[in-house]
C-alpha cells in the first residue's frame, strides 16, 4: 500500500482543511494510506518523508524553517512525489527560493481577482496525466506566475483577460498544469484551485488524481530503473 503525507494550514482564505480532506478522499479511493496533519513539523523527520510515496502541500503564504524544504527537498530527490494545486504549492513561502526552484513556479498575481471566467487549454501532449481529458472553462481567480522553463507544460491559459499593466505586452499563454523532476521524483502542480468547490470540479478532480498516480509511482519506477539521488543526472526521461 502507498503512503502519502498531506499537510494543510497558512491562509484560510484558501480553505487549506477541505481541500486536504477532498485529496485525502482520492487518494483513500485509490487504496493508498494518508496521514493528514496540520503543522509544518510534519517535515522534520527526514527519514519518515524518505519512506512516503507522495508528499501534498497544501499550504499558502507563510514562512518555513530551511532545514524542513531541506528535509521535503531530500526526499523528493531520492524518489518521492510531489504534487498540489494552486497557493497550497506554488504560493506557500514566498521568502524560500529553494522550494520554488523545487516546485516549478511561484504565483505572482491573479489579475481580476476571483470571477474572472477563462479557459484552460490542455496542451497536445504524449502525457498520459492529460490524455483525454478537452479544453474546460472555469470562473475563479486567474493565476499570472513565474514558472521555471524546464517544466513540461501540459495546460495553459491565455493573458490578458482584464486590463492591469501587463495588457499592453503581448498575449501569452501562461502554465496552468506542469510536471518536472527533482532529482528522481516526479513533481506535479496544477495553479487552479483558489477554494475548495474548484478542487471538486470533475475535470479538476480527474487531473489532480493523475497527478497525484504519476507522482506516486515515482519512486518504484526510478528504484527499477536503478537510479539514485547520487546519479540521477544521467537517467533518461523516459526511464524516470
Not at 513561502?93 to 516549478?104: A, I, L, S
Not at 475548495?196 to 479538476?204: L, R, S
Amino acid at each position: 500500500m502507498k503512503k502519502a503525507l498531506i499537510v494543510w494550514g497558512g491562509w484560510e482564505g484558501h480553505q487549506p482543511r477541505q481541500v486536504a480532506e477532498i485529496f485525502r478522499d482520492t487518494l483513500q479511493k485509490e487504496n493508498f494510506e494518508v496521514e493528514v496533519a496540520d503543522s509544518l513539523q510534519a517535515f522534520a523527520d527526514a527519514d519518515k518523508l524518505k519512506s512516503l510515496d507522495l508528499i501534498i502541500p497544501v499550504w499558502t503564504m507563510d514562512r518555513i524553517e530551511q532545514q524542513l524544504v531541506n528535509n521535503v527537498s531530500a526526499a523528493v530527490q531520492s524518489g518521492v512525489g510531489l504534487a498540489g494545486c494552486h497557493g497550497g504549492m506554488c504560493d506557500a513561502f514566498r521568502e524560500n527560493v529553494d522550494w520554488q526552484f523545487m516546485t516549478g513556479g511561484q504565483w505572482v498575481a491573479h489579475p481580476g481577482n476571483d470571477g474572472v471566467e477563462y479557459v484552460v487549454n490542455i496542451k497536445n501532449s504524449s502525457s498520459r496525466l492529460v490524455e483525454g481529458i478537452e479544453d474546460f472553462t472555469v470562473k475563479s481567480e486567474q493565476y499570472y506566475l513565474h514558472v521555471d522553463p524546464a517544466v513540461e507544460v501540459l495546460a495553459t491559459t491565455r493573458f490578458p483577460l482584464v486590463p492591469g499593466p501587463h495588457s499592453l505586452n503581448k498575449p501569452v499563454d501562461m502554465p496552468v498544469i506542469w510536471s518536472k523532476r527533482w532529482g528522481v521524483g516526479r513533481v506535479y502542480y496544477n495553479s487552479l484551485g483558489h477554494q475548495a468547490n474548484i478542487m471538486e470540479i470533475p475535470t479538476v478532480k480527474e487531473l489532480m488524481r493523475r497527478g497525484f498516480l504519476w507522482c506516486a509511482e515515482g519512486k518504484a519506477v526510478a528504484q527499477a530503473a536503478g537510479a539514485s539521488q547520487a546519479a540521477y543526472t544521467g537517467m533518461q526521461d523516459n526511464q524516470l
